[in-house]
């Protein structure tokens, strides 16, 4: 089962800047989607951005014009730049390997989380 682990998380103000990586222990080729999740404190784990293994990608409303998924298969790594960041975007943020299904997104695997804090 492939193990999944998120670095890059922190502190920054509003309107700053993260980038988060995933870097996955198996090989993840161009048959494998990948996401991005986040869970806010006394909230539901909700999907941010996804991205299909030719590197289609998916946003979140919330989200989009300020995050950016990218991957590199050949590295094994999923990417989440964040920019313009919002106190709103506090949360715990998860990796997952998904399956795109009839429109759904559904996670497989997941990562242990990365910690961003969006504060002044």
Do not use: H
Not at 4 to 23: A, D, H
Not at 54 to 64: E, F, I, L, Q
Not at 91 to 101: D, E, K, P, R
């Amino acid at each position: 089962q492939v193990q999944l682990v998120e670095s890059g998380g922190g502190l920054v103000q509003p309107g700053g800047s993260l980038r988060l990586s995933c870097t996955a222990s198996l090989s993840i080729g161009s048959g494998t989607a990948m996401g991005w999740y986040r869970q806010a404190p006394g909230k539901e784990r909700e999907l941010v951005a996804s991205i299909t293994g030719y590197g289609t990608t998916n946003y979140a409303d919330s989200v989009k014009g300020r995050f950016t998924i990218s991957r590199d298969n050949a590295k094994s790594t999923v990417w989440l730049q964040m920019n313009s960041l919002k106190p709103e975007d506090t949360g715990i943020y998860y990796c997952a390997v998904v399956n795109l299904v009839g429109g759904n997104v559904i996670p497989t695997n997941w990562g242990q989380g990365t910690q961003v804090t969006v504060s002044s």
